[in-house]
T-cell receptor
Framework: NAGVTQTPKFRVLKTGQSMTLLCAQDMNHEYMYWYRQDPGMGLRLIHYSVGEGTTAKGEVPDGYNVSRLKKQNFLLGLESAAPSQTSVYFC?????????????FGSGTRLTVV | QKEVEQDPGPLSVPEGAIVSLNCTYSNSAFQYFMWYRQYSRKGPELLMYTYSSGNKEDGRFTAQVDKSSKYISLFIRDSQPSDSATYLCAPAGGDQFYFGTGTSLTVIP
């Protein structure tokens, strides 16, 4: 049982490049989330999904897009990377409303935009 | 005003000490309160979960919620070097949690 798997683990991008971060969970969880974590800022919600085919904006959605075509996968896209998007990105999932069950987090993707 | 305020530390204690980690929050509607532990270069993991006010104990860890003062605490008894990590409080409202910035704890052998 792998839980939540994020790929890649590390990536360096040049400004203006695009990339997709993949999150996969094998727990049959309905809810999935993308967070970014920056020093002194804590975890900030980018986008989330309450089920297959749904997405919603979080606290800091600008510059990112997401898709949830399959229940087990949640993709985070950066269309034109900027240095301000240098961060550690975490995906999380929960069985139902996270407030009742808590989140299971992946191990993170460290992204540097130069 | 931030939803959650947490002293970032860092906090350094000798092995065996009692550790107190604290958060304050602003939204009186929060009903669920969780603590996550995050080791260096890892994702957060759920440590404690409390509903509404009161105490919850799990081994060496005790979570305490005082909704009247909007104050959340995590106590660690007999702290161990393996407890060295960042601890994030996360009260919850609606469909999501609001994470504190985390308190970095180092337990010195």
């Amino acid at each position: 049982n792998a839980g939540v798997t994020q790929t890649p683990k590390f990536r360096v991008l040049k400004t203006g490049q695009s990339m997709t971060l993949l999150c996969a969970q094998d727990m049959n969880h309905e809810y999935m989330y993308w967070y970014r974590q920056d020093p002194g800022m804590g975890l900030r919600l980018i986008h989330y999904s309450v089920g297959e085919g749904t997405t919603a904006k979080g606290e800091v959605p600008d510059g990112y897009n997401v898709s949830r075509l399959k229940k087990q996968n949640f993709l985070l896209g950066l269309e034109s990377a900027a240095p301000s998007q240098t961060s550690v990105y975490f995906c999380a999932s929960s069985l139902q409303t996270g407030t009742n069950y808590g989140y299971t987090f992946g191990s993170g993707t460290r992204l540097t935009v130069v | 005003q931030k939803e959650v305020e947490q002293d970032p530390g860092p906090l350094s204690v000798p092995e065996g000490a009692i550790v107190s980690l604290n958060c304050t929050y602003s939204n009186s509607a929060f009903q669920y309160f969780m603590w996550y532990r995050q080791y260096s270069r890892k994702g957060p993991e759920l440590l404690m979960y409390t509903y509404s006010s009161g105490n919850k104990e799990d081994g060496r860890f005790t979570a305490q919620v005082d909704k009247s003062s909007k104050y959340i605490s995590l106590f660690i008894r007999d702290s161990q070097p393996s407890d060295s990590a960042t601890y994030l409080c996360a009260p919850a409202g609606g469909d999501q949690f609001y994470f504190g910035t985390g308190t970095s704890l180092t337990v010195i052998p």
